[in-house]
């Protein structure tokens, strides 16, 4: 997937690899306040890395198959629509996930290609 990725980005190998051995350092890290008054913690990736997200998600991510139970990740979805489905429920969940990025690691992004 690196030959593809630096004959489709015009990225040369070595500025690939730093990008791989830093990509954790190449985040704007910043805090957005909560409803509950709390702070959010977000990562914004730099330009460069953000466009190697993107092809890869384009290329890898949106090939995958998506549960039709999983409505926030179809291509049409939206908030609204979402909060449509499940006006009529008398019991709705709401989870927050603390840390979910952090926790994955190379070796996790790795082994789920390998599986693909």
């Not at 913690?41 to 890869?56: A, D, F, G, H």
């Not at 006006?87 to 996930?97: E, G, I």
Request: proline share 3%.
């Amino acid at each position: 997937m690196r030959d593809v990725l630096i004959q489709k980005s015009g990225i040369s190998s070595k500025r690939l690899f730093f990008i791989q051995e830093n990509a954790s350092k190449l985040y704007k890290v910043y805090t957005i306040p909560k409803r509950n008054g709390s702070e959010r913690v977000i990562c914004q990736p730099t330009p460069e890395l953000k466009s190697i997200q993107r092809w890869l998600s384009r290329a890898v991510l949106d090939r995958l198959p998506v549960s039709d139970c999983a409505t926030a990740y179809k291509k049409s979805a939206s908030i609204k629509k979402n909060a449509e489905l499940h006006r009529a429920t008398r019991f709705t969940v709401h989870l927050d996930f603390a840390n979910f990025f952090e926790s994955f690691t190379r070796v996790n992004v790795i082994e789920f290609l390998r599986e693909g």
